[in-house]
């Protein structure tokens, strides 16, 4: 536990194809964070569809209908349409926050591109298919052996170069890019391997680490409606076994990024109230 630089650690969640699981682990994440005592705000800049929004909009709802505080991020979506207008928003959101967390739209956007070049930390997910691996590097279809770099790939590899140069003067320490792959679970023994063999064989030209992420689970979409994450006990009922092992990957996941937390006491889940909850304002 050491205490963070001045000015928020910036979590970007980007990646141009959807339907990768990148906003529910956007949210995991940053209510973990929340959990470990870290102050999270976060800006969903994909205003079309607003997963991540609309999952803490769905989890401020719960805690008024229970009458129960939760942790999480203060959150918002990007209002603004210039990016200026979105870092102006983004510091007054991110006031005395340990981690601002972005999550992106699903395609080549203009403020996506801005912040993924800006990340401290910036989180890739993709399914495990090369589907999803086509995004950041074309293999051999007989070899499998990754011939190519991706446009995207050849972005993010520039945006460090940029950073590497204007490191010593804006005293900002080195971009990390983690690949997470998701639903490894839903892939066959052979295909894990091909894709694990050409992501280490990339990784070592672009310089990412690729992590385990979340596996393919009905719990993610069940508890989307109230908004509520694998981390909070007391409020999800009886869990079964593959929900132990689904939290554990989170923490996996959460440890995995390496990310430098406040000197914090951590927050414990509250219980259930006894007291008959609150109604929920018209």
């Known amino acids: ?10 979590i970007v969640f980007a990646n141009e194809k959807g339907g990768t699981g990148k906003s529910t682990t956007a949210v995991h994440v940053a209510v973990a964070l929340a959990y470990q005592g870290a102050k999270v705000a976060a800006l969903d800049l994909d205003t079309r569809q607003a997963t991540f929004f609309r999952y803490c909009e769905n989890r401020a709802t719960t805690q ?13 979506t990007c209002h603004g349409d210039t990016i200026e207008a979105l870092e102006e928003e983004a ?3 991110s006031e005395g926050a340990d981690f601002l967390i972005f999550d992106t739209p699903g395609r080549d956007d203009p403020f996506a591109r801005h912040v993924a070049a800006s ?55 080195e971009m990390d890019w983690v690949v997470v792959r998701n639903r490894t679970g839903y892939t066959d023994a052979r295909n894990q391997r091909r894709i694990e ?38 409020q999800l009922g009886e869990l079964g076994t593959s929900h132990l092992v689904a ?20 927050v414990e889940a509250p219980s259930l109230p006894a007291t008959k909850p609150a109604p929920v304002p018209a």
């Not at 536990?1 to 910036?10: E, Q, W």
């Not at 995004?135 to 972005?155: H, N």
């Not at 596996?215 to 007391?234: A, C, I, N, Q």
């Open 1 to 10: 536990m050491t205490p963070l630089p001045s000015g928020p650690h910036r």
């Open 64 to 76: 008024l209908r229970r009458n129960i505080a939760l942790p999480g991020p203060v959150f918002d």
């Open 91 to 93: 510091a007054r959101l």
């Open 119 to 173: 990340a401290d930390t910036l989180v890739t997910p993709m399914n495990d298919s090369f589907v999803d691996f086509d995004l950041i590097g074309q293999v051999d279809a007989e070899t499998f052996k990754v011939r190519k770099l991706s446009f995207y790939a050849e972005l993010i590899w520039e945006a460090r170069i940029k950073r590497s140069r204007a490191q010593l003067e804006e005293h900002r320490s």
């Open 197 to 234: 063999q050409a992501l280490t064989e990339l990784s070592k030209r672009v310089g990412f680490r690729a992590v385990q992420g979340l596996s393919e689970r009905v719990v993610y979409r069940e508890l989307f409606p109230s908004g509520l994450t694998l981390l909070d006990k007391g």
């Open 247 to 266: 939290r554990q990957e989170l923490r996996n996941l959460v440890q995995n990024l390496r990310l430098k937390m406040p000197a914090r006491q951590q």
